[in-house]
């Protein structure tokens, strides 16, 4: 599947939860990253991210988190909004996004990283507005001790507080990226089990970029596959023609990025023409770019 086209998952006759359309978006002074992507996802979708490391899962979903700017409020919306531009969708709560980083929005600051002497209960009980029976089921859902000091425990128990924070209002649109990495198996599967009922029960809409894909073949709804910024594959996970053979998405994962692999191999071996070394956009100072990589 190419770039040409909307790329659409779900029912059609539902409106879209997250669309992109024809969006340019490059770190200057490099080639884009994406050019003319297009994806459209609809409410209940499981949606993996897939693709090799640099291939522009984190770029993407910070776009759809409205962390980057791409031209034109048209070009990303999230729940019929501009992702960027509209700044109540990130404030309510109906977008939510986890990534590595490990930080807490102050509003005189922004987002600051947390690595002082906080206690479990103060950072948990300090986010305002939350629903206490939804509170309590995420505290115990990640076996989360309250007493725990944030300076003192790993990486596991410190992302446990992070996702708790961050789903204690309930979303409509959520973004993940690689945040089970550091999570046991056991609170892996029962964390992926609460996102199953979120979009089962509220049609909430989850993409998830990882590279863990134990127990993902019957949790997934939808798969996306992405390559240097380009939508190879973009299909619902049932019709997947390699899945109704091995019925292993590990294995078929690594079957693409093995030949994507050889593939760039071979192209190495071939020397670039001009038209290759060169951007097709050029470098205006007006598209969109790491000049235009904002943060809120």
Known sequence: MGNGGVEEMGDATKKESIRVLAMQFAYDPQAPLFADFNLSVFPGSRCLLIGANGSGKTTLLKILAGKHMVGGQEVVRVLGRSVFHDTQLVCSGDLAYLGGSWSKTVGSAGEIPLQG???AEHMIFGVEGADPVRRDKLIDLLDINLQWRMHKVSDGQRRRVQICMGLLHPFKVLLLDEVTVDLDVVTRLDFLDFLKEECDERGATIVYATHIFDGLETWATHLVYIQDGELKRTREITQVDELKHSGNLHSTVESW??????????????PPTQSQKTSPYGFSPFSSSRHMAYYR
Do not use: C
């Not at 990025?257 to 071939?270: D, F, G, M, V």
């Open 117 to 119: 002497d906080f206690s």
């Open 257 to 270: 990025l093995r030949l994507e692999t050889k593939l760039e191999k071979k192209k190495k071996t071939i």
